[in-house]
Nanobody, 121 residues
Framework: QVQLVESGGGWVQAGGSLRLSCVAS????????MGWFRQAPGKEREFVAT????????NYADSVKGRFTISRDNAKNTGYLQMNSLKPEDTAVYYC??????????????WGRGTQVTVSS
């Protein structure tokens, strides 16, 4: 069992940066792949990035490639999403997920409650 809590969201102007954190509780986090997803109002939840349990493999949505970086610190039971060069279309609630892989939300077993990111133009 893994519980996930996101933080670090907020308001930022276009071109700015934010760093999201996802703190996990539960002894299985270090053995779990994790991912970040986002959901804008009126839209489906979409894949942002994923990272393997060891941190050795990552994958990104084309829309964020080169701007966002996913990472993790298993000693701290924490995952991160560094977001640079933010655009208004990045505005969404961002969720971290664990125990899954790939770009489909249904592939992940555990979810946080999300953190709001708002990017103004």
């Amino acid at each position: 069992q893994v519980q996930l809590v996101e933080s670090g969201g907020g308001w930022v102007q276009a071109g700015g940066s934010l760093r999201l954190s996802c703190v996990a509780s539960g002894h299985t986090f270090s053995n779990s792949n994790m991912g970040w997803f986002r959901q804008a109002p009126g839209k489906e939840r979409e894949f942002v990035a994923t990272i393997s349990w060891s941190g050795g493999s990552t994958n990104y949505a084309d829309s964020v490639k080169g701007r966002f970086t996913i990472s993790r610190d298993n000693a701290k039971n924490t995952g991160y999403l560094q977001m640079n060069s933010l655009k208004p279309e990045d505005t969404a609630v961002y969720y971290c997920a664990a125990a899954g892989w790939g770009s489909l939300p249904r592939a992940y077993d555990y979810w946080g409650r999300g953190t709001q990111v708002t990017v103004s133009s």
